[in-house]
């Protein structure tokens, strides 16, 4: 029998990247639900203060923007002020340019490493110290179909994504003697601001829908209870694994 309040976060402070918008707020909300106090952190001051106002007391915001790897220590401070230093980080920021192989820029390439791979790993390095002195912390990643798979347009993405697994796996060997379990969701095709491209096609978005064990591709909601999972107290022997999320897209 699974112990009362598994999937309870009251006196745990979680941090949310990509807050302001599509799975990044949906994360911060359903922490904030579960009892966790949440600093949300984007660069959209206007939806990230809505977000707040949507969640109430438990939430606060930092305006940041996180692929700048030169301010990445005054971010950490920053987003320790509000509730202490959050023992739970949630990557969800994320940007696809979708620009086909030969048309790659540098700074399109330079843009998606940074803001995907890199901000993940500088704000993690940063925090984890804090997480060490409690001996409890929950890293979660977001990973991404493209960390297994080749697809039109997405080169960088793909990359960035691909190193987002490993990142995990290491992240994971290095740090989860100390108890801070690392763990990566894989989001199949699910509505938000980031796959919007993909349902501008419907044609796409059926195949999509298809290609899937369930049916139908995914919403939201659908990412509710693996991140709960792999922030709470309920994962507290797993580690180094992503989880894919994706209606069993990539299990035809």
Same mark, same amino acid.
């Given at each position: 029998?699974?112990?009362?309040?598994?999937?309870?976060?009251? =006196?745990? *402070?979680?941090?949310?990247?990509g807050?302001?918008s599509g799975?990044?707020r949906?994360?911060?909300?359903?922490?904030?639900?579960?009892?966790?106090r *949440?600093? /949300?952190?984007? &660069?959209?001051a206007?939806?990230?203060?809505?977000?707040?106002?949507?969640?109430?007391e438990n939430?606060?915001t930092?305006v940041?923007?996180?692929?700048d790897?030169?301010?990445?220590?005054?971010?950490?401070?920053?987003?320790?002020?509000p509730?202490?230093?959050?023992?739970i980080? *949630?990557?969800?920021?994320g940007?696809?340019? &979708?620009e086909a192989?030969?048309?790659?820029?540098?700074? %399109?390439?330079?843009?998606?490493?940074?803001?995907?791979?890199?901000?993940?790993f500088?704000?993690?390095?940063?925090l984890?110290?804090?997480?060490?002195?409690?001996g409890? %912390?929950?890293?979660?990643? +977001?990973?991404s179909?493209q960390?297994?798979?080749?697809?039109?347009?997405?080169?960088?993405? =793909?990359?960035s994504? /691909? =190193?987002?697994?490993?990142m995990?796996?290491?992240?994971?060997?290095?740090?989860?003697?100390?108890g801070i379990?690392?763990?990566?969701?894989a989001? /199949? +095709?699910?509505?938000?601001?980031?796959?919007?491209?993909? +349902?501008?096609d419907?044609?796409r978005a059926?195949?999509?829908?298809?290609?899937?064990?369930?049916? &139908?591709?995914?919403?939201?909601?659908?990412m509710?209870?693996?991140?709960?999972?792999?922030?709470?107290?309920?994962?507290r022997?797993?580690? %180094?694994?992503?989880?894919? *999320?994706? %209606?069993?897209?990539?299990?035809?």
């Open positions: 029998m699974a112990e009362p309040g598994f999937f309870d976060l009251t =006196g745990h *402070v979680a941090c949310v990247t807050a302001s799975l990044g949906r994360a911060a909300t359903v922490l904030a639900q579960a009892g966790a *949440v600093v /949300g952190v984007a &660069r959209r206007d939806a990230l203060e809505l977000w707040r106002q949507s969640v109430g939430a606060a930092v940041h923007d996180i692929a790897r030169d301010t990445i220590e005054a971010l950490a401070s920053a987003v320790c002020k509730f202490g230093a959050p023992d980080l *949630v990557h969800a920021a940007i696809n340019t &979708r192989a030969d048309d790659v820029t540098e700074r %399109g390439w330079d843009m998606t490493l940074a803001l995907n791979l890199s901000a993940p500088f704000l993690s390095q940063h984890v110290p804090a997480m060490k002195d409690r409890w %912390g929950r890293i979660v990643n +977001f990973a179909l960390s297994f798979r080749a697809f039109p347009g997405g080169i960088a993405y =793909g990359a994504k /691909g =190193g987002v697994a490993q995990t796996r290491a992240m994971a060997e290095a740090w989860s003697r100390h379990n690392v763990n990566a969701l989001p /199949g +095709f699910i509505r938000t601001e980031l796959t919007a491209p993909v +349902f501008y419907p044609e059926a195949r999509n829908a298809a290609q899937t064990c369930i049916g &139908r591709n995914g919403e939201v909601e659908d509710d209870g693996p991140l709960l999972f792999f922030c709470s107290e309920a994962s022997y797993v580690t %180094g694994q992503v989880l894919m *999320v994706d %209606g069993g897209f990539t299990a035809k």
